[in-house]
């Protein structure tokens, strides 16, 4: 609700926008990321110049108090791919579709829809707001292809006993200190770090 901070975003989005188009002209005028970055690998002096993905949380609610962002976010997807520029725009409710965005975006995904209107708005069908009250399931859909169903799965558990990479965590000595006319501090007991941060399924995969 601050719109400062909303311009202030803009402003820096605006800013590194116009800052890559310079760095692509000044490297002989690439015409995209993948180009550059092609350069950039055979030539040590080009700095590098990674993706940047811009995160819209609930992006419906700011395009409602700010609609001139509609016009905003339109141009930053509509230049913003050659430049390695993308947007990640969540909500929980679109009813009325993605106004000028709707051409530029080739990812949707949807979980569980609270109406048929919405499962539209994203999806150009009422697959999502028919799924079941299961945790986990949704719908894909790339480009014009039909909406794909799919299952996610939690990747925070803790693994089982022997799965996975064997165990690295390092062991902590705890020393007890002594009195002044002691010989010193002596270990008093062996702390092991992977007992207390256990590795979870996401920590073996990656």
Same mark, same amino acid.
């Given at each position: @609700?601050?719109?400062?901070?909303?311009?202030?975003?803009?402003?820096?989005?605006? #800013?590194?926008?116009?800052?890559?188009?310079?760095?692509?002209?000044?490297? /002989?005028?690439? &015409? @995209?990321?993948?180009?550059?970055?092609?350069?950039?690998?055979? @030539?040590?002096?080009?700095?590098?110049? &990674? !993706?940047?993905?811009?995160?819209? @949380?609930e992006f419906a609610?700011?395009?409602?108090? =700010? &609609?001139?962002?509609?016009? =905003? =976010?339109? /141009?930053?997807?509509?230049?913003?791919? /050659?430049?390695?520029?993308? %947007? %990640?725009?969540?909500?929980?409710?679109?009813?009325?579709g993605l106004s000028?965005?709707?051409? !530029?975006?080739? !990812?949707?995904?949807?979980?569980?829809?609270?109406?048929?209107?919405?499962?539209m708005a994203v999806?150009?069908?009422? $697959?999502?707001?028919?799924?079941?009250?299961?945790?986990?399931? /949704?719908?894909?859909?790339?480009?014009?292809?039909? $909406?794909?169903?799919?299952?996610?799965?939690?990747?925070?558990?803790?693994?089982?006993?022997?799965? #996975?990479?064997?165990?690295?965590?390092?062991?902590?000595?705890? =020393?007890? $200190?002594?009195?002044?006319?002691?010989?010193?501090?002596? &270990?008093?007991?062996?702390?092991?770090?992977?007992?207390?941060?256990?590795?979870?399924? *996401?920590?073996?995969? *990656?």
């Amino acid at each position: @609700d601050d719109r400062s901070m909303v311009e202030r975003f803009r402003l820096a989005v605006e #800013g590194e926008v116009t800052r890559r188009q310079a760095v692509f002209r000044a490297a /002989g005028n690439v &015409p @995209d990321i993948r180009t550059y970055q092609w350069r950039q690998a055979r @030539d040590p002096a080009l700095q590098p110049l &990674p !993706y940047l993905w811009l995160v819209v @949380d609930e992006f419906a609610e700011l395009l409602a108090s =700010f &609609p001139d962002f509609d016009t =905003f =976010f339109e /141009g930053v997807a509509r230049i913003g791919r /050659g430049l390695g520029i993308y %947007l %990640l725009l969540a909500t929980q409710g679109v009813s009325s579709g993605l106004s000028r965005l709707d051409r !530029y975006l080739s !990812y949707r995904i949807a979980l569980r829809t609270n109406s048929v209107a919405e499962s539209m708005a994203v999806l150009g069908t009422n $697959a999502a707001a028919r799924l079941p009250l299961a945790p986990g399931l /949704g719908y894909l859909k790339v480009g014009q292809t039909e $909406a794909e169903a799919f299952m996610a799965y939690h990747m925070s558990e803790p693994v089982a006993n022997g799965a #996975g990479a064997p165990d690295t965590a390092p062991k902590v000595r705890v =020393f007890k $200190a002594t009195s002044s006319s002691g010989t010193g501090a002596a &270990p008093e007991k062996t702390v092991d770090q992977s007992a207390a941060a256990p590795r979870t399924q *996401l920590d073996v995969i *990656l």
